[in-house]
Nanobody, 120 residues
Framework: QVQLVESGGGLVQPGGSLRLSCAAS????????MGWYRQAPGKQRELVAT???????NYADSVKGRFTISRDNAKNTVYLQMNSLKPEDTAVYYC??????????????WGQGTQVTVSS
């Protein structure tokens, strides 16, 4: 059984910062790509940022220059540092990881989501 547990969401004023964390645990053989997605009310879930096992990153245009994704492979954890937050960043943020529990068999796992609200 594999679990992804997110933390770090909350209420912040426009221009503020938050740092999200997502830790993977369980019967893990290897973790490949990890990423953050978000879903605002009435909208589809969208990609925010991804990071490969080697550290290559990719960002949505809307967050480039403001958000930074990183990972600690020793802790099976991915982070999302969010700066200069805007009201339009308000959403439930989900982490996703591609994980193998045995060699050569991979699957995508999702966290339960953490709410980020940007409001004055």
């Amino acid at each position: 059984q594999v679990q992804l547990v997110e933390s770090g969401g909350g209420l912040v004023q426009p221009g503020g910062s938050l740092r999200l964390s997502c830790a993977a645990s369980g019967n893990i053989f290897n973790i490949y790509g990890m990423g953050w997605y978000r879903q605002a009310p009435g909208k589809q879930r969208e990609l925010v940022a991804t990071i490969t096992s080697g550290g290559s990153t990719n960002y949505a245009d809307s967050v480039k220059g403001r958000f930074t994704i990183s990972r600690d492979n020793a802790k099976n954890t991915v982070y999302l540092q969010m700066n200069s937050l805007k009201p339009e960043d308000t959403a439930v943020y989900y982490c996703k990881a591609r994980i193998s529990i045995v060699q050569n068999i991979q699957a995508d796992y999702w966290g339960q989501g953490t709410q980020v609200t940007v409001s004055s």
